[in-house]
């Protein structure tokens, strides 16, 4: 037992001072290629056996015979590993090198392509993530293009529909400071129509501002579903007889929910003005609120004739205007933004779809639940 015991020591010992030189090598190589890390690590599991041996060898006093025979069998048993750990280093450095060279190009704003070459497990897992990444990043990518569209659009149009009224202020303002308007009252009444036509574009960026930096703050309540539509359809009902549109909201379910009324009225109002101005005369413009599993869904369906599907999700984005984008009622394009970015603070969602001889436009929004009033925020 005592043999055995020294054997193992003297073992032990050879093997742990080729170890810490192994470990300062690799130290010092850190840096470099995984070739000669993975050549170091080879060359340590063999220095290490070589020195166990030759320290056991020493301390048994073998003969020269057995201990060329023993250094020479752990000689060839390193040549064989260091060979195989260079080889794998090679392929895995080779491997590594190919997707060095596809995530670049996906830097460099391409699309991440994952190397075709069989790799590694860990290799192929990072190939996994990249993929994933340059998926999200294109998506990214996508809406920017979309918002940097839309951007540029409401420029345009905003210039374009502030130019007009502009315009005419300027011209009837010297009118009446030269005298030469006949009809005093109808010039202000039409100034002042202008003035109000241009109040609401600039509440409207204001608003869409706020949504858009996260800075709207919500003061939620308890309120029916009932009452809400019914202000909005008083409200809306002055500027449907005057375009000769039919308000229908025979399908109002008394349902509770939990939001800030001022805003939830504007949602309300801002879709109710898009359905009557987009609907012709003698049309119909109907609103339902319909209890759906945890929500309720609220529907305004107008007469316009329907949007064209490639336009469908462009209906919320900022400056969509649809194909009558330079007619004055068509505004900046921001109501819809406007709708949408309410109802997501609410927590809720808003979706249109095509029916029968026009739209319908639905905003989906959680129940209150019974017995629970939500804290202002």
């Given at each position: 037992m005592t043999d055995i015991l020294l054997i193992a020591l003297f073992a032990f010992l050879g093997a742990a001072v080729a170890g810490l030189l192994g470990a300062?090598?690799?130290?010092?190589?850190?840096?470099?290629?995984?070739?000669?890390?993975?050549?170091?690590?080879?060359?340590?599991?063999?220095?290490?056996?070589?020195?166990?041996?030759?320290?056991?060898?020493?301390?048994?006093?073998?003969?020269?015979?057995?201990?060329?025979?023993?250094t020479t069998v752990v000689a060839m048993a390193a040549v064989v590993s260091l060979v195989t750990a260079m080889l794998l280093g090679r392929w895995?450095?080779?491997?590594?090198?190919?997707?060095?060279?596809?995530a670049?190009?996906?830097?460099?704003?391409?699309?991440?392509?994952?190397?075709?070459?069989?790799?590694?497990?860990?290799?192929?897992?990072?190939?996994?993530?990249?993929?994933?990444?340059?998926?999200?990043?294109?998506?990214?990518?996508?809406?920017?293009?979309?918002?940097?569209?839309s951007r540029r659009e409401l420029v345009a149009w905003i210039s374009h529909d502030l130019r007009t009224p502009l315009a005419g202020l300027r011209a009837m303002s010297e009118a009446l400071e030269d005298g030469m308007a006949t009809d005093t009252g109808r010039y202000l009444r039409?100034?002042?129509?202008?003035?109000?036509?241009?109040?609401?574009?600039?509440?409207?960026?204001?608003?869409?501002?706020?949504?858009?930096?996260?800075?709207?703050?919500?003061?939620?309540?308890?309120?029916?579903v009932h009452d809400l539509v019914g202000d909005a359809l008083a409200g809306a009902d002055p500027l449907a007889r005057e375009h000769g549109v039919r308000l229908v909201g025979s399908r109002v379910d008394a349902l509770p929910v939990d939001v800030d009324s001022k805003e939830m009225s504007r949602v309300l109002g801002n879709l109710l003005i898009n359905a009557i101005r987009r609907t012709?005369?003698?049309?119909?413009?109907?609103?339902?609120?319909?209890?759906?599993?945890?929500?309720?869904?609220?529907s305004v369906t107008d007469g316009c004739g329907g949007i064209p599907e490639e336009d469908l999700p462009r209906v919320f984005d900022t400056g969509w205007r649809g194909?009558?984008?330079?007619?004055?009622?068509?505004?900046?394009?921001?109501?819809?933004a406007i709708v949408r970015g309410i109802v997501e603070a609410h927590e809720g969602r808003a979706g249109?779809?095509?029916?029968?001889?026009?739209?319908?436009?639905?905003?989906?929004?959680?129940?209150?639940?019974?017995?629970?009033?939500?804290?202002?925020?």
């Open positions: 300062l090598v690799l130290r010092l190589f850190r840096h470099r290629s995984l070739v000669v890390s993975l050549t170091v690590v080879a060359a340590v599991a063999v220095t290490a056996m070589l020195a166990g041996t030759l320290a056991v060898a020493w301390a048994m006093f073998l003969s020269p015979h057995d201990l060329t025979v023993v895995v450095a080779a491997r590594s090198r190919e997707l060095t060279l596809a670049r190009s996906f830097g460099e704003g391409g699309t991440f392509a994952a190397p075709v070459e069989q790799t590694t497990a860990e290799l192929a897992s990072l190939a996994e993530e990249l993929a994933a990444t340059s998926a999200k990043l294109d998506s990214s990518r996508a809406r920017e293009r979309t918002l940097e569209a039409q100034i002042r129509t202008e003035v109000e036509r241009m109040n609401d574009m600039v509440g409207d960026l204001f608003e869409l501002s706020r949504i858009h930096a996260g800075s709207l703050t919500l003061t939620p309540s308890r309120t029916s012709p005369a003698d049309g119909t413009v109907a609103v339902a609120a319909q209890r759906s599993d945890d929500t309720v869904v609220l194909s009558h984008a330079r007619t004055p009622p068509a505004g900046a394009g921001l109501g819809l249109v779809r095509n029916v029968a001889g026009g739209c319908c436009f639905e905003v989906t929004l959680p129940l209150a639940p019974v017995g629970h009033r939500r804290s202002a925020r």
